[in-house]
């Protein structure tokens, strides 16, 4: 699932995004800040005062959301784990972190990580706090943030997986059984219940006449439930997975294109008519490199004329590669962690094949319809 995302920048080399459903959550909030909060807690703030203010918070908000998952990040890296990017969503922030944790130590310290900095922010605003002056803006402030921060803590303490707080339970249970795809299991039932809960909770609410909350809460929880059935499909496809190997799932016997040829002569004729979509690239000394359909898709296509195959493919040495013998399971991880989608299969020094998502999809149907 790639959505519209804004990229922001980096910090200490991570990729920084903003999901465009952000900015629908950073207005609602400046409004609600605006019209509703700053007027009823300070009466003698100008119209212009609070909205400035409005604003104001809600950016701080979205800094202090951003210390969380930093917190998550920095935790990661601590312990070796790539992080590939931090986004920035309607509900909050996600590290996207490579790869499975190595054990449960490092999985608990890198969930708590996320609330010990929201909970530190909420003291450090209440610090603050107290030094300002009762009324003025830095007052509001970090009264608000302190309460914002705390709460942010709290609520991702809820030990349902995937919020940090199941994240939590689950390695806790992984640590106590030894068994980190149970204790996935475990983690990510107790969440759905607790979905269950929120979206319970918040259609009473809407019968009792508080429509906006209970939706808001109705939607954290389906938004729970959904984020919860996910991790757990994905450990069934892990059992599905195991005992296969890349070399059972790859294509194998790429088709060959020679280098030279340029993108509008292979689009009209080899790409059409071939199954694949990856090819070995050959020069006058061997193979030398690889070409996917979507590096091809990425030319424009008034270039389509003027640009060789060789220009477009990936060079052997730049594609991360995996015997034929490694479990399917982790080169799928392997390619979460270096963040692509195909992975070269090497065996004995040779070019074996290609094992892509598609061709582990394909697998998994396959293994489906045989009833496995
Ligand atoms: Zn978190």
Redesign the pocket.
């Known amino acids: 699932m790639r959505r519209q995302q804004l990229y922001l920048g980096r910090i200490a080399g991570i990729p920084i995004g903003l999901d465009s459903s952000w900015f629908l959550i950073f207005a609602f909030l400046a409004w609600v800040l605006a019209r509703s909060y700053y007027p009823s807690e300070f009466p003698l703030w100008s119209q212009a005062l609070c909205w400035s203010m409005g604003i104001l918070t809600s950016g701080m908000l979205f800094a202090s959301v951003l210390l ?2 930093l917190g ?1 990040a920095a935790a990661a890296r601590a312990y070796g784990i790539p992080v590939r990017r931090i986004t920035l969503f309607i509900f909050g922030g996600v590290a996207e972190i490579g790869g499975e944790p190595p054990g449960p130590l490092a999985e608990f310290l890198v969930a708590i990580a ?2 010990v900095v929201s909970f530190a922010l909420a003291f450090g605003c209440d610090l603050l706090k107290s030094t300002a002056g009762i009324g003025t803006p830095l007052f509001g402030l970090t009264e608000y943030l302190a309460f914002i921060n705390g709460a942010l803590g709290l609520f ?1 303490l809820i030990p349902g997986y995937p919020l ?1 707080g199941g994240r939590v339970f689950r390695a806790i249970v992984w640590a106590i059984t030894g068994d980190m795809g149970r204790a996935t299991t475990a983690a990510a039932t107790v969440g759905r219940g607790f979905a269950f809960l929120f979206i319970a909770f918040g259609a009473w609410e809407m019968f009792n006449g508080q429509l906006i909350d209970g939706l808001w809460i109705a939607f954290i929880g389906w938004f729970l439930n959904n984020a919860a059935s996910s991790s757990m499909r994905d450990r069934s496809m892990q059992t599905r997975l195991s005992g296969h190997t890349v070399g059972q799932v790859m294509a194998q016997g790429l088709p060959t294109v020679p280098g030279h040829l340029t993108v509008a002569a292979f689009a009209g004729d080899r790409a059409l008519s071939s199954q694949g979509r990856s090819f070995v690239i050959t020069s006058d000394r061997g193979p030398i490199g690889l070409l996917t359909l979507d590096a091809v898709a990425r030319v424009p296509a008034e270039q389509w004329e003027h640009t060789t195959l060789a220009e477009v493919m990936q060079p052997f040495d730049h594609v991360p590669g995996v015997t034929a013998d490694t479990e399917v399971w982790s080169a799928l991880q392997q390619m979460d962690r270096v963040g692509v989608n195909q992975l070269l299969v090497v065996a004995g020094g040779q070019i074996a094949g290609m094992l892509s998502r598609h061709d582990v999809l394909a697998f998994l149907r396959t293994l489906h319809d045989l009833g496995s």
């Open positions: 969380h998952e998550h996320g609330p991702n940090d």
